[in-house]
């Protein structure tokens, strides 16, 4: 069973920066697809950036492109999500996701991913 463990989350004034981990346990998969999610108040949970831990490359939702990064740790299956630039609206519980699979197929869809973190939240002031 594989876990997830996102950390990194807080508080910060717009313009800022954060940066988020999540940590992958009970892997016996070569590759997952491993992507960031996030949900604000009364709103859905938006997919805005995926990696696959075996290669490849990332893919970003066009609310974030060029303001946030998502790369492979040296750690095995740890993934980081280097925000910058925050700004209000930003603010949502951000939480990580996996499946066993290629990110091509599960894109940025809920119902792409089998494996859920806690989530972690994320607050930006004005």
């Known amino acids: 069973q594989v876990q997830l463990v996102e950390t990194g989350g807080g508080s910060v004034q717009a313009g800022g920066s954060l940066r988020l981990s999540c940590a992958a346990s009970g892997v016996f998969y070569s590759n997952l697809c491993m992507a960031w999610f996030r949900q604000a108040p009364g709103k859905e949970r938006e997919g805005f950036a995926t990696?696959?831990?075996?290669?490849?490359?990332?893919y970003y939702a066009d609310s974030v492109k060029g303001r946030f990064t998502i790369s492979r740790g040296a750690a095995k299956d740890t993934v980081y999500l280097q925000m910058n630039s925050l700004k209000p609206e930003d603010t949502a519980m951000y939480y990580c996701?996996?499946?066993?699979?290629?990110?091509?197929?599960?894109?940025?869809?809920?119902?792409?991913?089998?494996?859920w973190g806690q989530g972690t939240q994320v607050t930006v002031s004005s």
């Open positions: 990696i696959e831990t075996g290669g490849g490359g990332t």
């Open positions: 996701a996996a499946i066993p699979s290629s990110c091509a197929v599960s894109g940025f869809q809920t119902s792409g991913y089998n494996y």
